[in-house]
């Protein structure tokens, strides 16, 4: 218990400096169905390469998971946030929330719906709104490895930091694929998410996305955690390259 207050308030005390954008919530604890609660608080350090700029961040994340007592709605709240310091000496503040319903019919089918509001000066992004809605289908669903993937709509609306600021309201499909595999008796666990998200009525305006994390247990509770993320936006703002990634590695708190 001590354990457990003290690095909350330690994650409360570093995220004032930074959250991180790279989120597990495919790891085999948030996915569990037996579990009514579940979280995670992580601390991480990370090198980005974006937009031609060289960054250092240090970054928290925080996420709750509840069920019901049913245990077929899931309700998921995500938050994070982060500063950055560029090669020019300039900080930057970026931030993220997301909240997510999930229905579960059976074993493989689920529906989901999902708001989201993020904010990416670096990436010109003064704040994007998210609203979507679709199905989840699990393809393989093995106690060590699982293989889901999701097809939802989702609506966009986004003021952008340009030179002449831009607003961009925008109808996009949301397809992901999702992969988890646990070795080594839960000690070590592979996590990666792809998403493609093209405009409906033009698709050659996409978004490709890929987060993959690799988990390496400590504790029944800590985890050291590397991971990396890749962003490919083909219509980004004017100024932002198309292509993007950053890496980082750190702690993270499950309970």
Same mark, same amino acid.
């Given at each position: ?74 309700? @998921? &709240?995500?938050?994070?946030? !982060? /500063?950055?310091? %560029? *090669?020019?000496?300039?900080? #930057? ?105 093209? @405009? &409906?009525?033009?698709?050659? !305006? /996409?978004?490709? %996305? *890929?987060?993959?994390?690799? #988990? ?40």
């Amino acid at each position: 218990m001590k354990l457990h207050l003290l690095l909350v308030f330690l994650s409360l005390y570093i995220s004032q400096v930074a959250f991180p954008q790279l989120v597990n919530v495919e790891s085999k604890r948030m996915q569990d169905d037996t579990s009514a609660f579940a979280g995670t608080v992580a601390s991480a350090f990370s090198y980005q390469q974006n937009n031609e700029a060289t960054l250092l961040q240090t970054n928290n994340s925080l996420t709750m998971q509840a069920r019901s007592k049913s245990r077929k709605s899931v309700f @998921l &709240l995500l938050a994070n946030y !982060d /500063l950055k310091k %560029t *090669n020019a000496g300039n900080f #930057s503040n970026a931030g993220f929330v997301h909240f997510r319903y999930t229905r579960h019919f059976n074993k493989y089918i689920r529906w989901e719906g999902f708001v989201q509001y993020q904010s990416n000066p670096v990436l010109l992004m003064d704040n994007r709104a998210l609203i979507g809605t679709g199905p989840r289908v699990k393809i393989f669903n093995k106690s060590n490895v699982n293989l889901s993937l999701g097809a939802l709509y989702m609506y966009e609306l986004e003021n952008t930091l340009e030179d002449i600021p831009q607003q961009y309201s925008d109808h996009r499909l949301s397809t992901y694929l999702a992969f988890n595999y646990v070795i080594l008796d839960d000690k070590i666990e592979i996590t990666t998410i792809t998403y493609y998200q093209p @405009l &409906l009525n033009d698709f050659s !305006d /996409l978004r490709i %996305t *890929n987060q993959t994390s690799i #988990s390496l247990g400590l504790t029944d509770n800590l985890d050291f955690e590397v991971g990396i993320k890749y962003l490919y936006d083909a219509n980004p703002p004017v100024g932002v390259i198309s292509n993007s990634f950053s890496t980082q590695m750190g702690l993270k708190f499950s309970f």
